[in-house]
């Protein structure tokens, strides 16, 4: 049972445009969003996170906007650079459990 | 090497024999994770171990699928009798730990180790 479901899968991206990607939940009891990037031949690497006490957290060029009502969040990235170009996950978890659990990821190619 | 190593980086085996991966994590970091990545799929958690702890085995798919951290440093992942199905990268990670359940601590992934079951 998938206990995040993430979109779109891929997603093409000019340069210099908004890149979005989307997750949803069911499990009210999560309450830590990251988001990691993973470039290919390579680990995931932890790229943002975000706690439900705020609605939107902005590192640089990439901001995370939750709502906690509609049980989403979603990752943007402004201003895409080709260097951005990887497969993207969100995940879920709760507060003293063991694991996170993650999305199905989404590849975004972004064209020069 | 400051990061979390694995080895090999790819293994090829002949279905029915067995494997062992193995993930050495950061220095000082006292929970480990074992994910499996699939081809177009998420990261499905295996195992993960804190400390001396006993292990949370609740992801290992079958009991052919079993793994041990020895002096709470390096882990081997070992599959019995591989299927094709088990064709993966198989990707360890490490963070902090310290209280009982580490889900929210970062969690710093190895390369992974790109397993082909013919």
């Known amino acids: 049972q998938q206990q995040v479901k993430q979109s779109p899968q891929s997603l093409i991206v000019q340069k210099g445009g908004i890149s979005i990607i989307n997750c949803a939940y069911e499990?009210?009891?999560?309450?830590?969003f990251p988001w990691y990037q993973q470039f290919p031949g390579k680990g995931p690497a932890l790229l943002i996170a975000?706690?439900?006490?705020?609605s939107e957290k902005k590192e640089g060029r990439f901001t995370i906007s939750f709502n906690k009502s509609a049980k989403q969040f979603s990752l943007h990235i402004m201003d895409s650079q080709p260097g951005d170009s990887a497969t993207y996950f969100c995940?879920?978890?709760?507060?003293?459990?063991?694991?996170?659990?993650f999305g199905t990821g989404t590849r975004l190619t972004v064209i020069p | 090497g400051a990061g979390v190593s694995q080895s090999p980086s790819n293994k090829v085996t002949e279905k029915g024999k067995d494997v062992e991966l193995r993930c050495d994590p950061i220095?000082?970091?006292?929970?480990l994770y074992w994910y499996r990545q699939s081809l177009g799929q998420g990261l499905e958690f295996l195992i993960y171990?804190?400390?001396?702890?006993?292990?949370?085995k609740s992801g290992l798919p079958s009991d052919r699928f079993s793994a041990e951290r020895t002096g709470g440093s390096v882990s081997t992942l070992t599959i019995q009798r591989t299927q094709q199905e088990d064709s993966a990268v198989y990707l360890c990670?490490?963070?902090?730990?310290?209280?009982?359940?580490?889900?929210?601590?970062?969690?710093?992934f190895g390369p992974g180790t790109r397993l082909t079951v013919l």
């Open positions: 499990n009210t009891a999560f309450d830590y």
């Open positions: 990670a490490s963070s902090l730990g310290g209280l009982a359940g580490a889900s929210t601590d970062t969690q710093y």
């Open positions: 975000i706690r439900p006490d705020v």
């Open positions: 220095s000082g970091h006292t929970a």
């Open positions: 171990f804190q400390g001396n702890s006993a292990p949370d």
């Open positions: 995940a879920v978890a709760q507060t003293g459990a063991n694991n996170l659990f």
